[in-house]
């Protein structure tokens, strides 16, 4: 993402807050995975889609009309024989010439500092109980200011969300975020084509997800997005099966959920297919079903329509065909009423996508589900999940588990499938698997 990409987002964030206001984002702490070895380092969301910078112990500050410069970075300084060890820091030259910032200070003088800042403002936008240390120290900032009162010293009045502003404008994906949506899909499909050809019957579920890891490696990914669910046979009847260790069966399918994460944006992909490349009757037939569902939903993802349009056009694709199976029996209207499909269907058909993988971003706007618009993206993922010993179900449907999901984008005219370079009907994965 360019630099200018995070300067267009600070300034919409501040045109937002308006003058007498101050923003205060910490970055996310470093995190042990036992005794002296961090997890590698991830910047928490918000503060990088506003600032691009990758480092830890830092803390962005935003104040519409400063005089001396409107985004200030807090961050390490250079440090030669840290810098041996770990990597290079950018320090504070390094935050101003190459992240946009107007002005920078060591980490170091960040209580020297910042509560200057925070003078004769009237509103601190900040996202409260995330950081508990940072809160308490904000809140130290704020009381010193009020105890100076007598001196002519006006303390901020309110603390608002800074979450709220910033969650809402990560909804909308720009063109340059589009772009890298677009790339970590490919990767992502591609991924899980090579999980298709290389599938055999005595593999092991996590032979499967290395196959998928080192696709997302070699085109750029570094990481996946979420753990990787592999999960052949029962197992796919667990939503979030991330074990990962059995052997792969003749005759199952294998449920694989998968994406790969690229320069912060994440994909989300999940294919079923059989082990041994050959769709039983049933599993066919169940399959099918789920598919239909599919399209029914994402032909309800348009700008106009509201959010919950493609979660009910899965829902009564499914209601209906699991009649037709004799799974569920009854008038259609009232098993949906009823509830009926939930015990075969039991998740919503799709989430927010960017950042993370369920990403930010109101579902629900008062007491109204919200109206679809061109640069949202949202994932697309009916399921089927009949577990071995399902009462009232006959046993050949017993051990199937099926989800299918794609990322669509929402656009002026209508949508697109970002993750269509994947088969998901029965011939063409099928034919995938012979080749």
Request: charged residues 25%.
């Amino acid at each position: 993402m360019k630099k200018n990409e995070f300067a267009k987002r600070r300034r919409q964030l501040m045109r937002m807050m308006g003058k007498g206001s101050v923003a205060i984002l910490p970055a996310a702490p470093e995190v042990v995975r036992n005794r002296d070895v961090h997890y590698p380092y991830r910047p928490d969301s918000d503060f990088y889609y506003l600032t691009g910078f990758t480092e830890p112990d830092a803390v962005a500050v935003m104040q519409p009309g400063r005089r001396n410069g409107e985004y200030v970075l807090f961050c390490r300084e250079k440090d030669p024989d840290a810098e041996r060890w770990d990597g290079r820091r950018a320090g504070q030259e390094g935050a101003v010439a190459e992240h946009g910032a107007d002005d920078s200070f060591p980490i170091t003088d960040l209580d020297d500092i910042l509560p200057g800042l925070l003078e004769n403002c009237e509103r601190v936008y900040y996202s409260l109980g995330f950081q508990p240390e940072f809160d308490q120290k904000l809140i130290e900032w704020v009381n010193g200011l009020r105890a100076r009162a007598r001196s002519g010293v006006t303390a901020p009045l309110e603390i608002v969300a800074l979450d709220h502003l910033v969650h809402d404008m990560r909804l909308y994906k720009s063109s340059a975020e589009q772009g890298t949506m677009r790339k970590a899909a490919q990767i992502s499909a591609e991924a899980h084509c090579q999980a298709m050809r290389v599938c055999r019957p005595g593999m092991s579920e996590f032979q499967l997800e290395a196959a998928i890891n080192q696709v997302f490696q070699h085109h750029g990914s570094r990481s996946p997005a979420y753990p990787a669910i592999v999960g052949g046979g029962e197992n796919a009847c667990v939503l979030h099966y991330i074990d990962n260790k059995d052997a792969l069966r003749d005759g199952d399918l294998v449920l694989i959920d998968a994406g790969a994460e690229l320069d912060y944006y994440a994909a989300d992909i999940t294919r079923t297919f059989p082990v041994n490349g050959r769709f039983s009757p049933e599993q066919r037939a169940l399959y099918e079903l789920v598919l239909e569902a599919q399209l029914a939903a994402i032909k309800k993802v348009r700008p106009g329509n509201h959010w919950n349009l493609p979660h009910m056009a899965a829902v009564r694709t499914l209601t209906r065909g699991l009649v037709r199976l004799g799974i569920l029996s009854g008038e259609v209207n009232k098993l949906i009423k009823d509830e009926a499909y939930k015990p075969y269907y039991m998740h919503r058909t799709g989430h927010w996508l960017g950042m993370d993988v369920h990403d930010v971003g109101d579902y629900k706007v008062g007491d109204q589900w919200r109206v679809l618009e061109p640069g949202m993206v949202l994932t697309v993922e009916p399921g089927l999940y009949i577990s071995s010993g399902t009462k009232g179900v006959a046993k050949k449907w017993w051990g199937i588990g099926i989800r299918i999901e794609d990322d669509v984008l929402v656009t002026r005219t209508g949508n697109e499938v970002l993750t269509s370079g994947v088969p998901k009907s029965v011939d063409e994965i099928e034919a995938l698997m012979a080749a």
